[in-house]
């Protein structure tokens, strides 16, 4: 897979982009640094042109994506295992060969050159290392091997660039094509989508397009809009509060529910607070919501992301989901549990999360989940609705968890997503009537939700 484009100010400024690139894979090599996050950071602290700003995002985004790929040839062309290389001699590496073997745009020499000027200023002693297995990727890049098909699930594994325990898992969930397919997907750079303040979708996408921005509206949810811009952030209209930036299925979610002005909500598992800053705006002006979240750091961005959105329905409350601060009595018209996950529907937009996930984590947390299923089921009134979301599309933390947990609760009874969301989404529900979505079926992150309500 080849993609990409060098800008001309990458040319000029050569190491802007790439040093920043280096950086951030160092951090979430190292330290378990998101992504995004430190990126974002990166980013801001530097007056970068847009186009070295795309370079960046596409640098970082796309050696994460492709490590397992990469790591492959890199041990052939090094003689070693990548491994036992010093991290930022490793970084550097990587970065490199994810230019020559996947953005043609990159002159093979500017990818070479840039990476031997890395070298020299993060390991000096390695910058003839750098330099002898890039000019030999050069050389070989077209008849580099890969593994024997003979092994599928190591095939897939390497070739497209995820762990084995995953592929072999999704194999025998999905089909060996449709993971195929999936794997693929998920090596896509995930749209930048923004949720305009309900009803105010035409506004934003006139805002945006004056200011030259490409804006589009969404396929599924009413409100979205996808645009081409790496720092959303700084779009016209952010700090007024026009907009969120929240992906097109998290936003479905948040329909799902079907709150209406107000009405009561309670979202347990709230950070980074999209869904719940979408609820509040929906039961406004009379309703309420309440978010709830167990860092304070946590409670912190859901009130500030609130205050932004100058939303005033929207209390942020710092406990454990499973031990909510509330009056034994107190009741919601809807509860929102938007689980801890292990996040296996968002690898384009977090590539990093394939490499630090272990089938440990999903027994995990698919155990955290009924607990937290479990203490806010008795927060939802008679009639009531709870709905139960995940960004993964683990069947071991979406139906098996919700099917355990209706089992032992009879006075709760599952309705169809496709009666709640809107008209174009209905045909993202599944055969059990659950929200279920995939990147390479709907160009959606991967998402679950059920909705339940609790018999009058």
Wanted: aromatic share 4%.
């Amino acid at each position: 897979m080849r993609d990409g484009r060098e800008g001309d100010d990458a040319e000029r400024d050569p190491l802007g982009a790439r040093g920043i690139a280096v950086a951030v894979l160092r951090r979430v090599e190292a330290d378990g640094a998101w992504a995004d996050v430190t990126l974002d950071a990166a980013l801001r602290e530097r007056a970068l042109s847009q186009r070295d700003r795309a370079l960046a995002v596409r640098l970082v985004y796309g050696t994460l994506a492709w490590r397992a790929l990469i790591d492959w040839h890199l041990a052939r062309l090094a003689q070693r295992d990548p491994q036992r290389l010093a991290l930022p001699v490793r970084t550097v590496l990587r970065l490199g060969l994810y230019q020559l073997l996947h953005l043609e745009r990159v002159p093979p020499h500017a990818a070479v050159s840039t990476s031997v000027d890395l070298a020299k200023r993060l390991a000096p002693a390695a910058a003839g290392l750098v330099n002898a297995v890039l000019r030999r990727a050069v050389r070989e890049r077209d008849a580099l091997p890969l593994p024997d098909a003979a092994d599928p699930v190591r095939h897939l594994a390497i070739t497209l660039s995820h762990p084995e325990w995953l592929v072999a898992r999704w194999r025998a969930e999905l089909g060996e094509s449709e993971t195929r397919l999936l794997l693929a997907a998920d090596n896509t750079a995930a749209p930048t989508i923004l949720r305009a303040r309900p009803g105010t979708r035409a506004t934003l996408l006139a805002t945006l397009r004056e200011a030259d921005v490409e804006a589009t509206p969404t396929r599924y949810a009413p409100d979205g809009v996808r645009v081409e811009a790496v720092a959303p952030h700084a779009l016209a209209g952010y700090a007024d509060g026009a907009f969120a930036v929240q992906s097109e299925a998290s936003q479905l979610v948040g329909h799902l529910l079907g709150a209406r002005p107000g009405l009561r909500v309670l979202d347990v598992c709230a950070a980074p607070g999209g869904k719940a800053c979408h609820l509040a705006e929906t039961v406004a002006p009379d309703g309420r919501a309440v978010a709830i979240d167990q860092r304070l750091r946590g409670a912190r961005a859901i009130s500030a992301m609130g205050r932004r959105l100058r939303v005033r329905t929207l209390t942020a409350l710092v406990a454990d989901a499973r031990h909510p601060p509330l009056a034994a009595d107190a009741r919601f018209d809807c509860v929102l549990v938007d689980a801890p996950c292990s996040g296996l529907g968002t690898l384009r937009a977090h590539p990093e999360v394939r490499w630090s996930r272990t089938p440990e984590d999903v027994r995990r947390l698919a155990v955290l989940q009924a607990e937290i299923l479990e203490a806010a089921s008795a927060y939802v009134r008679p009639g009531g609705a709870l709905v139960y979301a995940t960004c993964t599309i683990s069947a071991a933390e979406n139906e098996d968890v919700v099917e355990r947990w209706l089992a032992a609760h009879p006075e709760l009874e599952r309705t169809n997503a496709a009666a709640h969301l809107p008209e174009a989404a209905a045909g993202l529900v599944d055969a059990r009537g659950a929200l279920h979505t995939f990147p390479h079926r709907d160009d959606l992150d991967g998402f679950f939700a059920v909705r339940v309500q609790r018999r009058a």
